[in-house]
């Protein structure tokens, strides 16, 4: 909740601010930020609280199954 309520704050700053320079560096940064969205790794945390923890135990199981078989002829 701190952080919805830090967006309002400056939601409402943005809308007090009679700055062009103000709103143009804060436009910069959102394009900024944007940009480099796409570029972004993903990362595995951001799933934390989404996969309940029947399925992460079963695709943890999977890894294991299909990780710990070694066959010998894919490395000739």
């Known amino acids: 909740m701190l952080t919805d309520t830090r967006k309002l704050y400056l939601i409402e700053?943005?809308?007090k601010t009679k700055s062009e320079q103000v709103l143009a560096e804060v436009e910069a940064v959102l394009k900024r930020r944007k940009q480099s969205k796409k570029t972004?790794?993903?990362?595995a945390r951001e799933l934390s609280g989404v996969i309940s923890v029947e399925d992460a135990v079963l695709m943890e199981e999977a890894i294991e199954e299909g990780c710990e078989q070694i066959h010998p002829d894919d490395w000739k």
């Not at 972004?40 to 990362?43: A, G, R, V």
Request: hydrophobic share 45%; charged share 45%; aromatic share 14%.
């Open 13 to 15: 700053e943005l809308l």
């Open 40 to 43: 972004e790794k993903f990362s």
